[in-house]
């Protein structure tokens, strides 16, 4: 379970992701270019898929309604 919390008026951030608060969620997926076509479908920005140079694994970085970033890892 994760709880999370949203205020009206939140001060923007100074930097992104890099500042106060919350860095970012990140959620593993079984096809991240599926994954990515949905939330390109639903209108949502999703940037390109890229390559985890530790890893090799892909990923993609969008952002939730108050911008914080959200992680799409491939498992």
């Known amino acids: ?11 923007q951030r100074l930097s992104s992701p890099e500042a106060a608060g919350m860095h970012h969620l990140a959620f593993e997926v079984n096809d991240i270019q599926k994954t990515r076509g949905f939330l390109v479908n639903q209108c949502i920005t999703a940037e390109v898929i890229r390559v985890d140079e530790h890893t090799r694994k892909r990923f993609l970085f969008s952002a939730d309604p108050d911008d914080l970033p959200i992680e799409f890892y491939e498992k």
């Open 1 to 11: 379970m994760i709880e999370l919390f949203s205020f009206p008026s939140p001060p």
